[in-house]
């Protein structure tokens, strides 16, 4: 049996309420602003080597990893990712 906290929502809800967010709405500072196009233009480098999406992905965990090596916030790999993903419709799914 399976149970839900009143208040909380599904795991199918809380990815249709996701869907509604654009991602140029968010207010984020100028400051990470900046960070996140940094890394977004790093992890280009890597994904422009793949020929297929099956390959981008891993060229996307292999930047990912490699990030996490150098110490750099997960939070901001998350969002450089969805932020990659935004921009490449076909890689939603």
């Known amino acids: ?7 909380r929502f599904s795991k199918g809800e809380r990815a249709q309420q996701r869907d ?30 793949a ?6 992905d891993d060229q996307m965990c292999n930047w990912m990893e490699l990030c996490g090596k150098k110490g750099n916030p997960w939070f901001t790999l998350q969002m450089v990712c969805a932020l990659f993903i935004s921009f490449n419709q076909q890689l939603r799914g």
């Open 51 to 56: 020929t297929s999406t099956e390959e981008l």
């Open 20 to 49: 509604k967010i654009n991602l140029e709405d968010v207010s984020l500072s100028p400051k990470t602003q900046q960070r996140y196009h940094q890394a977004l233009r790093k992890l280009l480098r890597f994904a422009e080597k």
């Open 1 to 7: 049996m399976i149970g839900l906290i009143a208040g």
